[in-house]
């Protein structure tokens, strides 16, 4: 079964750029989350999908951040213009059911931004 | 709101000596707790979950957790540690409803020879 899929593994820009980033979920996954992991700290969520409906944005700067889950299978999540606070490694989850909080979430290998 | 503590940041261990790595939990009702490792330059990996049931929860690659309801802790042990175990391991608990996970700040595990 493939995992999860992310790219661009690296990226570099200056402040003000935008960058997107993409994710493919495993197959047949109603959930897809977002999360932000900034050096020495946790993942924190960003956004979570469920199917293509958010469900849960409440972490989002969502003046400068947004995301979209097309069909509810890939997604994007973009940042503009960016933040020299925005770097951190974006990670890509999904899990199998819609509704439930016992469900293993599977991670992709992340993108590392940094921001100059 | 849910929270997580790791109180320790950094731990060494030889090689071949066991492994405790602590995790404190805050939450109002009964918690989901997971834990999961990351190696460098990787995504996480789920180790083993707890959710009800026997509160020795057993896990991939040797691992195992205990949930202590009275100390609101679900620690993480491995009896003899391996070199290949040096990574970042994480605690996290989820609330119900949509499944939100919120992690704890990580202990990087080192492992000497």
């Known amino acids: 079964e493939a995992g999860v899929a992310q790219s661009p593994r690296y990226k570099i820009i200056e402040k003000r750029q935008s960058v997107a980033f993409w994710c493919n979920p495993i197959?047949?996954?109603?959930?897809l989350y977002w999360y932000q992991q900034i050096l020495g700290q946790g993942p924190k969520l960003l956004i979570q999908f469920q199917n293509n409906g958010v469900v849960d944005d409440s972490q989002l700067p969502k003046d400068r951040f947004s995301a979209e889950r097309l069909k509810g299978v890939d997604s994007t999540l973009k940042i503009q213009p960016a933040k020299l606070e925005d770097s951190a490694v974006y990670l890509c989850?999904?899990?199998?059911?819609?509704?439930?909080?016992?469900?293993?979430?599977?991670f992709g290998p992340g993108t590392r931004l940094t921001v100059l | 709101a849910q929270s997580v503590t790791q109180p320790d940041i950094h731990i060494t261990v030889s090689e071949g000596a066991s492994l405790e790595l602590r995790c404190n939990y805050s939450y109002g009702a009964t918690p989901y707790l997971f834990w999961y490792v990351q190696s460098p330059g990787q995504g996480l990996q789920l180790l083993l979950k707890?959710?009800?049931?026997?509160?020795l929860v057993q896990g991939i690659k040797g691992f195992e957790a205990e949930f202590k309801r009275s100390q609101s802790s679900f620690n993480l042990r491995k009896p003899s540690v391996h070199w290949s175990d040096a990574a970042e391991y994480f605690c996290a608990v989820g609330a119900t409803g949509f499944q939100k996970l919120v992690f704890g700040t990580g202990t990087r595990l080192l492992v000497s020879p």
């Open positions: 989850a999904s899990s199998l059911a819609v509704r439930t909080s016992t469900d293993t979430q599977y």
């Open positions: 197959s047949g996954h109603a959930t």
């Open positions: 707890y959710f009800s049931g026997d509160t």
